[in-house]
């Protein structure tokens, strides 16, 4: 076969399309970079949304790291992120609603971890999950109220190099900040868009434990950077062994300082060895 273009051949120039040719085969790839973060200076799958009075900031990648150290990032509290100190945190399961639940719908449960904050103005929820899940999905999450909006704040917030089909093999982190100052205003919320009517999100929610943040460092500059390596030491995404609930586990167990916890359905715990020592060590000396 005839090699009408290369990249690394073309010296800049644009590939064009053969004038005779009624059949070509394309072969794409990424740069390398691109198996490692969302930009080549910000390494990691982890991006988490801060609330703002009107809208969301959204931060990727190692570079939060350096955001942070600027000062606060929410116009919601003066506090700086080193201040910011989580002090309960919280493990929820949910099945989701569906317009026909399957029989694998009844027995697949979504796992996250609900964390509250010293400054009490706001909850952030995190959770592990397909790679570029929401960016294929249009920014779409069922944390926000208006998910099934034209352009909600999370679509806004999005920049384009997220806004790609997801990999169902592979997981990213999410975290989003969510106006609620206390538990009852969040429940309040999930049995608002609990049930089987369309519009409803959530089916069967638990609240599996919950526990005051007993790690020592426990900031928010600390948060982020145990879930950044988390995920820079595994990127797996798997439906039996590496998931959100296997994630919502080791994270949990991590903040509270519990030996004994599992996934929350039983068939998650059948494979399930905890990895909560990857939150405390950097990927890249491995």
Known sequence: ARVWWDSTRSRGKPPTFPSKARVIRVSLSAPTWTSRGWAPDSPDFFYWA???????NLHYGRKMLEDAQAGPLSSLTS????ECIATRAHMLSHRYTRAKETTKDFITYHGSVLVEWNHGQFMSVFELSWFNGLGGYNGKSDWFRDRDETGGVLRAAMPPEMLFPWVSKSAEIRGFDLPFKTMEEFQAFIDEYTG?????RFLDPHCVYSAPVRISNRSQVDIMRYLLNYIGRNRLYSEEMRNCQTFAADFFSLLAGKNDIEPFHPINRIMYKEQRHTFLYDPDLY
């Open 196 to 200: 089987k009517q369309k519009g409803k």
């Open 79 to 82: 506090l700086r992120p080193s």
């Open 50 to 56: 801060v609330l703002q009075h009107d809208r969301v």
